[in-house]
C-alpha cells in the first residue's frame, strides 16, 4: 500500500509529509470499529475514498482555496485528504450526525490532520449566521460535497456559503441530463453559474466520474438558506 500511496502523492505533486498521514488515516479508518463507510479496507479505501477525493485538486480554484467547507462529509472524504494535500488551507467538514463527526475527530487526530476541523451541525445552519457573528456564510472560497445530493440540492447547500467568485466542486458518477439541467437553474436563482464538467479517472478501474464545478457570481438572495431540509423536500428545480 506504501507504494500505491507515494504514488498517488507525486501524481498531485504533494508535499513530503502527506504520504505518511495518508498511511495514518486509512490505517485508523480500518480500526475503526463504526466507520460509517461500507469501504474501510485500507487498499480498497485509498482508491475509492482518498484517490476519489483527491481528484479535486484538478480544479484550480479548489486547489487555491484558503478556506474550504465540505458538506456533509459522512467519514471524512473528500475534505480529509483535502486538507493532507493543501496544508495551506482551513478545512471545515460539516456534518449533522455527532456520530460521523466523531469518527471525523479521530481520523484527524490519527492523521495529525491540524488544518482540519468537523463541525456538527447542517449545512443550512451553518450559513444561516455570518461569517462577522462567527458562522459560514458567505466565509469560504470554495465548498465540497461528494455523495451527498441532487446538483440542485447542493448547489442551495453551498451558494450561501461562498463569498462572491468562490467555488462549489460536486463529485458525481455518470451524467444525467435532467439532473444537470436542474442543477443549473437552481444555481442561477442562488447566485451561481456553471463553470465546467470535468470527467476523471481517480484510480484504474473507476469510470464515469465526473466533477461539476460552479462559481459564486453573485450575491446568494436573502431567502436562503431556506430552513433544514426544504432543499430536499422542495428543490428549486
Known sequence: ?????????????????????IERVLEALHAEPDPHTTVSEPQAALELHVADSLSGLEVDGLRRARRIADIGAGAGFPGLPLAVALPQAQVDLVEAAGRKTAVIDRLIQAGDVTNARSITTRA??????????????????????????????VAEYAAPLLHENGVLVAWKGARDVDEEAAGAAAARELGL?????????????????HLHVFRKISPTPAGFPRRPGMARKRPLA
Open 1 to 21: 500500500m506504501r507504494k500505491a500511496i507515494s504514488a498517488l502523492v507525486a501524481r498531485h505533486h504533494l508535499g513530503h509529509a502527506a504520504a505518511a498521514q
Open 124 to 153: 443550512e445552519q451553518l450559513a444561516g449566521v455570518p461569517a462577522a457573528l462567527g458562522g459560514g456564510r458567505e466565509a469560504y472560497e470554495a465548498v465540497t460535497a461528494r455523495a451527498v445530493a441532487s446538483l440542485a440540492v
Open 193 to 209: 453559474a456553471v463553470e465546467e464538467l470535468l470527467p476523471v479517472q481517480p484510480f484504474a478501474a473507476s469510470e464515469n466520474h
